[in-house]
């Protein structure tokens, strides 16, 4: 199972927020490029970026930001990169720039038709986030919570062919309360898709419940406020995870 550490890009630094609350921005860096190289030194076998100013936008922002970081990690590990994304163009550019994976949120829960025309487009390339609270799918930055079910969403976006989900639980992150097992757990044993949990991620307790599981369909867990603050050491938590159930 992959530990990713995650970097998100408000105004061209390394922050962290709470619920998706951008007033609530910890700034962690003035060089994400040079958090992206810590992380790859330190064990990271994937990065996990959010444009946050793209997310509110609803277009790319931190491009700067991603391309230096993209410069600086080179061919070592894939970066998965979500925040902002609305059109196939902008998904091209990321490709090229480097970029791995694009993971696209909210845009896909609005508009279905973008997502199925981006897995089309650019297939094996496309990761869906969804976001939930109480099990609905949250959007737009977590400000509305909309009627869908998000087992009933994921599916339908796997028979489209994305390569994975990304699975928030919008009550938990940022706030260093624990992951959401039991909610993950369900998402996954629903999908053949895999899941990457998000949100909560505080210690390496959460590894182990999240190991304990991982049979059922999760590859990964996305950890960012845990290893910035130092609640969880990166480097102990992805070698706990590949001991327990091998490595992602």
């Not at 790319?60 to 609305?86: H, S, W």
């Not at 109480?134 to 509305?144: I, L, N, P, R, T």
């Not at 369900?186 to 999908?191: K, T, V």
């Amino acid at each position: 199972m992959l530990i990713i550490p995650a970097i998100d890009l408000k105004d061209g630094h390394c922050v962290r927020l709470k619920q998706g609350e951008m007033d609530s921005a910890t700034v962690f860096s003035n060089n994400p490029a040079e958090m992206a190289a810590r992380w790859l030194e330190a064990g990271a076998r994937r990065l996990h970026l959010v444009d946050l100013n793209g997310a509110f936008a609803g277009k790319p922002v931190n491009e700067a930001a991603i391309k230096a970081i993209v410069y600086e990690v080179g061919d070592d590990i894939p970066i998965q990169l979500g925040g902002g994304i609305r059109d196939l163009d902008t998904i091209e550019r990321y490709l090229d720039d480097g970029v791995s994976y694009v993971i696209i949120g909210s845009a896909a829960v609005k508009n279905p038709g973008f997502l199925h025309d981006a897995c089309n487009a650019f297939p094996g390339h496309i990761i869906v986030g969804l976001d939930a609270k109480d099990g609905m799918v949250a959007v737009e930055g977590w400000s509305k919570v909309t009627h869908h079910e998000v087992v009933d969403l994921a599916k339908k976006f796997q028979d489209y062919g994305v390569e994975a989900v990304v699975y928030t639980d919008i009550g938990r992150d940022g706030m260093m309360s624990g992951v959401n097992v039991d909610a993950t757990v369900r998402l996954a044993q629903a999908l053949s898709i895999p899941v990457i949990a998000s949100g909560g991620i505080t210690n390496l307790d959460d590894i182990r419940n999240l190991c304990a599981v991982a049979d059922e369909g999760i590859m990964g867990a996305i950890t960012g406020r845990a290893i910035y603050e130092g609640s969880l050491d990166f480097t102990s938590a992805q070698k706990l995870a590949d001991q327990l159930c091998g490595e992602g």
